[in-house]
């Protein structure tokens, strides 16, 4: 039987300038205004998705080499605040999933737990949370710089700390009694004093509990600390990888033991996997897609290099494209796992020129050959979709790209009715909040 799975799309610019130096910038959708994302929710929700993902990043860099390569085409920034934008999906939408990202650096405890709390009521159990830990930003917020693994420290702190003060009134606590006139019992609420390592705060919450759960967490992150904090954490892991059965049965058994060896069901965790597919109409189209990027022109690869000088925080449009780069113009600032992207399928810069590098990153591939394409008809792309399900169990895909209407519907005007017709992606949701939806099926 095949096996329905779970779909989100995740705002790779976060709440910045979607659609900017693109054709259809001319569309004149204003990334500042609420009705570009409004409208892009609404058919998400209609396309049968489970939520959307809005990524961020707090800080545009330091020096004004950096500034320069972070916005000079909006790679990096600006980005405005994505909880600022949640409401505003909420009231556009009834079922729709909003999961804006965190960083706990940034959100003292009680402020996150009061405000998140509240936009769990407003949205009718539709919240959630992308924790990352990135460090990049402590010097907005007059913080130590923390290495990888105590990052990971500080982000537990900080969930324990939110999980501590959304349960600080027991579930009977709320009363609301017209006739008795008792709206609470006191006595069923109760104080709070943590004083750990990296937060130190009192309660209890001034806010209702949550009628249908805590909001419900996700997180990036593949190393082994990443992989251990869904396990211990998350409802949704976000994960990189290879999209054949093999790859994503193999990530999925590591989310899955870690959530055993952090005492939680394996099913509590469900993996999604990041997936920018692009729908040919043809097979013949697919393949011309495909054979025109084998071989990027100059101004594909300086395109590439810029997108990822925003990333490297390293400005490669400057370099001889045909000498090998040498990695000791990455600061140690520059994330390990960045530099590591950038060199794909090699081991080392010196095996090959930037020029193979950058173009490597230009190439596509027919999902009809295996790992890492991603041009084919719909058809093409669902028998994919249904491999993961069918012979790798897989939990779900989450698509990656600007949110816009013209976006939106060049992935999913065809490919959608596809999934449906298999039976792979929902045609309803449960109406009870995104926690329901997710565990559905």
């Not at 900017?20 to 058919?43: F, G, I, T, V």
């Not at 949370?129 to 420290?153: K, P, Q, W």
């Not at 606590?173 to 130190?200: C, M, N, W």
Request: no cysteine; proline share 6%.
């Amino acid at each position: 039987m095949t096996r329905t799975q779970h779909f989100g799309w995740f705002l790779s610019r976060g709440f910045g300038p979607h659609g900017w130096a693109r054709p259809y910038q001319r569309w004149n959708w204003p990334w500042q205004k609420p009705d570009l994302y409004q409208h892009s929710a609404r058919e998400l929700e209609q396309a049968g998705f489970d939520f959307v993902l809005i990524e961020d990043a707090l800080s545009v860099g330091i020096t004004p080499e950096t500034l320069n390569l972070r916005v000079r085409k909006a790679y990096g920034g600006p980005k405005h605040d994505p909880w600022t934008l949640a409401p505003y999906l909420f009231a556009a939408t009834q079922h729709l999933g909003v999961i804006p990202t965190v960083n706990p650096a940034a959100w003292p405890p009680y402020l996150a737990a009061r405000q998140f709390a509240s936009l769990q009521h407003l949205s009718g159990s539709r919240l959630g949370l992308n924790v990352v830990t990135d460090v990049g930003s402590a010097h907005h917020f007059g913080t130590e710089r923390l290495g990888h693994d105590a990052a990971y420290d500080r982000a537990q702190e900080w969930l324990d700390a939110l999980r501590l003060l959304w349960h600080s009134w027991d579930d009977d606590a709320l009363i609301a009694d017209p006739d008795t006139q008792i709206y609470a019992d006191g006595s069923k609420i109760h104080a709070v004093r943590h004083r750990g390592e990296y937060f130190s705060f009192d309660g209890p919450l001034n806010a209702e509990p949550l009628p249908a759960g805590d909001p419900i967490v996700a997180s990036p992150g593949g190393s082994p600390r990443g992989i251990g904090f869904a396990g211990a954490n998350s409802e949704i892991q976000l994960a990189l990888s290879n999209l054949d059965p093999a790859s994503i049965r193999a990530y999925r058994a590591r989310v899955r033991e870690a959530a055993r060896a952090a005492g939680r069901d394996a099913d509590a965790v469900k993996t999604f996997f990041v997936f920018k597919p692009i729908v040919a109409s043809s097979a013949d189209e697919a393949e011309r897609i495909v054979e025109a990027s084998r071989h990027p022109d100059e101004a594909t690869l300086v395109e590439v290099a810029e997108a990822w000088s925003s990333d490297l925080e390293t400005d490669l449009t400057t370099l001889d494209l045909d000498r090998p780069l040498d990695p000791a113009i990455f600061g140690d600032h520059v994330s390990k796992g960045t530099i590591r992207g950038l060199l794909g399928r090699y081991s080392d810069f010196s095996e090959a020129p930037l020029r193979d590098i950058l173009a490597g990153k230009a190439r596509l591939g027919r999902v009809t050959d295996g790992a890492g394409g991603t041009v084919g008809t719909a058809e093409e792309i669902a028998d994919v979709i249904q491999a993961l399900g069918d012979d790798a169990d897989n939990d779900g895909l989450i698509f990656s790209g600007d949110f816009h209407p013209v976006t939106l519907h060049r992935a999913l005007d065809e490919l959608v009715p596809v999934l449906r017709r298999r039976g792979i992606l929902r045609t309803e949701h449960t109406g009870q909040g995104l926690r329901a939806d997710l565990d559905a099926f």
